[in-house]
């Protein structure tokens, strides 16, 4: 059933500096019928906790200015015992978080996370009550299409969160990707060419889970050679391998409509 009328609306706090990925967590939150609340990095998160209350809070580790650690630290010392108690989950890209990350945050979630981490952490920190009940049975992938590039299990995971008279909330998603993904590859083009090799690696790490979660596997992977090698290798083979990713990206883009067409 849908979210009953007296069950409190459930307010979730996302702390994240990429605009693409801000859309995207906001997007699935809305869709799972919560509340989403976008702090465009540790600071704004702070102040956010200060103002009301957040039933679930998201950080990203990996935020320049006040990290996700040095926010979460900052929100379990604050006045408020509602506040200083809520459940703060962070986003990492390490394997292996350090040891001390355990005092502050609830939880870990792995960069990328598929939609079903997202609401499964959610839902073990919400009283029964307040859950909505909106695992909707996907309808069953036609497999007779051969997609290298798209796994057709994130779509269907994603596909659980869709509701009866709203757009298919992959294919909101897929605009949304097709609308910044030539830019962001222009962007890592640029920063090969200037040896910007942060803004590599960071243009790297925010593609590669913007594409884990719609199914943009292959993509995905790349994106992670590109972030974990930013430094080490040489122009040249950081620009061969970024053109692959282009064409990867041509070929993904391709059987995104295709499987949005079947």
């Not at 408020?80 to 989950?89: E, L, V």
């Not at 943009?216 to 053109?243: G, N, P, Q, T, Y």
Request: negative net charge; charged residues 20%; aromatic residues 6%.
């Amino acid at each position: 059933g849908g979210m009953s009328s007296h069950s409190p609306i459930v307010q979730i706090l996302i702390a994240e500096d990429d605009r693409d990925l801000q859309i995207v967590m906001r997007l699935i939150i809305e869709r799972m019928g919560y509340s989403p609340h976008i702090a465009g990095n540790g600071h704004q998160a702070v102040e956010f906790v200060k103002k009301q209350n957040f039933d679930v809070i998201f950080l990203d580790c990996d935020m320049p200015g006040l990290s996700g650690l040095e926010a979460a630290k900052v929100i379990r010392a604050l006045p408020d015992f509602k506040a200083r108690t809520a459940p703060i989950i962070a986003f990492t890209g390490q394997n292996d978080p350090p040891e001390p990350l355990a005092t502050v945050f609830n939880e870990f979630l792995p960069k990328p996370s598929t939609t079903n981490d997202i609401r499964n952490v959610i839902e073990k920190y919400l009283p029964f009550s307040h859950r909505t009940q909106t695992r909707n049975q996907p309808e069953p992938q036609d497999t007779t299409l051969i997609l290298p590039y798209v796994d057709l299990n994130a779509w269907a995971q994603l596909r659980q969160l869709n509701r009866a008279g709203q757009p298919d909330i992959v294919n909101d998603l897929i605009i949304q990707f097709n609308s910044g993904a030539s830019t962001r590859l222009l962007r890592m083009q640029q920063a090969i060419e200037t040896s910007k090799f942060s803004v590599l690696r960071s243009e790297a790490h925010q593609m590669k889970s913007i594409s884990a979660t719609i199914g943009a596997h292959e993509m995905s992977r790349i994106c992670l050679v590109l972030e974990e090698s930013a430094f080490i290798f040489s122009k040249e083979d950081l620009a061969r391998i970024l053109s692959k990713l282009n064409m990867v990206y041509e070929s993904t883009r391709l059987q995104f409509s295709q499987a949005l067409a079947a």
